[in-house]
């Protein structure tokens, strides 16, 4: 592999500083639950009959759909919505419940700090974009240490696939602070928001049929599996950068290893914060004994397992 000496600005945003436009290093929160509710239903006047039914019976009979609807959507807001509340082209989610008058009642939630509102179901789906880009939309989350060359996968990746007729989107975290996370700092709390917020975006690109390229050192086993648990099952293609950490440092593209090194830097993953090397990812990429593939070539393997799970086609 040929090595590049390369010089980066640094750069200052909002309440950023030492980003640039590549290498991300933060981290990832763990999903937070929401509580859910229901518009109370308007009470039935008890002497009245609707549809041969006594009030009694019409308010039984809303019990188990109400039921069905809340554990959809807890399962949504936990992100665990493979199996209850994925989208599809025959999904019968969200149907609308009706009052005793034949009224549709929408269903209120509460989430996080957002309450009173609606999922509203449109009636384009994920698989109808699928079936118009003639891919699968999916989130390739490339995990590493700084330095491993999880950016320059992502574009040669990404160029890998446009060049097949795929839409692809790249979500860099240094990149993304340019703009929607510029009012986030590096503390902790900021630096697990970034990813939260990521993680996120990342799921709609997924929706839209995009393949979504993520490249994000990600640090902890946990915040992974919770940006995982976000998508449905398969829709989450996790690629380790393998490279080991006095590699990374040697090379040092942007000079981070050596202001962590000196102390200007507080909280570096791999120097003075710990990196949890995945247990079971879809994708290792490594050295081949002591030497690296190209770019391309790693792009390759990446696009040869698309190809042969069938992402690259709907």
């Not at 069905?68 to 149907?95: F, L, P, Q, W, Y």
């Not at 902890?220 to 829709?235: N, V």
Request: proline share 4%; charged share 25%.
């Amino acid at each position: 592999m040929i090595v590049r000496s390369l010089r980066f600005k640094m750069t200052t945003i909002g309440k950023c500083s030492s980003i640039y436009r590549t290498s991300p290093e933060f981290d990832l929160p763990e999903p937070s639950s929401g509580k859910l509710g229901f518009q109370k239903l308007p009470a039935c006047n008890s002497r009245d009959k609707l549809f041969g039914l006594s009030s009694t019976e019409v308010k039984t009979s809303f019990v188990a759909p109400l039921r069905a609807i809340e554990a959809s959507r807890k399962a949504h807001v936990n992100g665990k919505a493979e199996n209850v509340h994925r989208t599809g082209c025959d999904s019968n989610d969200d149907m609308p419940i009706n009052d005793c008058h034949g009224d549709s009642i929408p269903q209120m939630s509460t989430i996080g700090n957002s309450t009173n509102i609606v999922w509203h179901k449109c009636t384009v789906e994920k698989c109808d974009r699928e079936e118009l880009l003639q891919q699968r939309g999916c989130v390739i989350w490339i995990t590493g240490l700084s330095g491993s060359g999880k950016s320059t996968l992502a574009c040669a990746l990404g160029r890998g696939l446009h060049a097949r007729g795929k839409l692809t989107y790249i979500l860099d975290g240094d990149n993304v602070r340019h703009g929607l996370n510029r009012d986030l700092s590096f503390r902790a709390e900021d630096r697990a928001e970034n990813i939260r917020r990521i993680g996120e975006v990342a799921k709609l690109f997924a929706d839209a049929g995009v393949i979504c390229i993520a490249s994000l050192i990600s640090p902890y086993r946990k915040e992974r599996d919770a940006c995982r648990a976000l998508l449905a099952e398969g829709d989450f293609i996790e690629v380790f950068m393998d490279v080991p950490l006095h590699v990374c440092e040697a090379r040092d593209p942007k000079g981070l290893y050596k202001l962590a090194r000196a102390g200007k830097i507080k909280g570096f993953t791999g120097i003075d914060d710990p990196y949890e090397p995945p247990l079971n990812s879809e994708i290792v990429l490594h050295q081949n004994r002591g030497l690296f593939d190209s770019p391309n070539d790693l792009a390759d393997t990446v696009i040869s397992y698309l190809d042969e799970e069938g992402y690259l086609k709907a």
